[in-house]
């Protein structure tokens, strides 16, 4: 029979997002980011995944206690703005386009490729 919200969420080692991040800083910093990655998730997988949860409330759990603070450790903060700072950084390639038939000897053009004529 499927647990209860309740009897879930009891089972679950106690959690803040915010300290779980600091954690994985200091760990990271210290060279122990992989095993404290690992005790993390061994801690939390096999309750977000329990049999009889239904697949939405595995995927609030996957984000809540999973996914969210990892986007937010790799991202150094919300990864909305991270994101958004990377699409504005974003050009379009100044390369020539150019494209050169078989044989031709081509030299640094990086958009290189050969069209048979």
Known sequence: MAQSNKAILAQLPSFNEE???DEWLKAYERGELERTLRCHWSQFVPLVFARGHDVEKEQRYANTFLFHPLEQF???GDPSI?????KEMDAPSQICGHVFRTGEPTYSCRSV?????
């Not at 991270?82 to 990377?86: M, S, T, Y």
């Not at 490729?113 to 004529?117: A, D, G, Q, S």
């Open 74 to 76: 790799l991202c150094g």
């Open 19 to 21: 300290t779980t991040i």
């Open 113 to 117: 490729h050969c069209r048979r004529i």
């Open 82 to 86: 991270k994101f958004q700072e990377l």
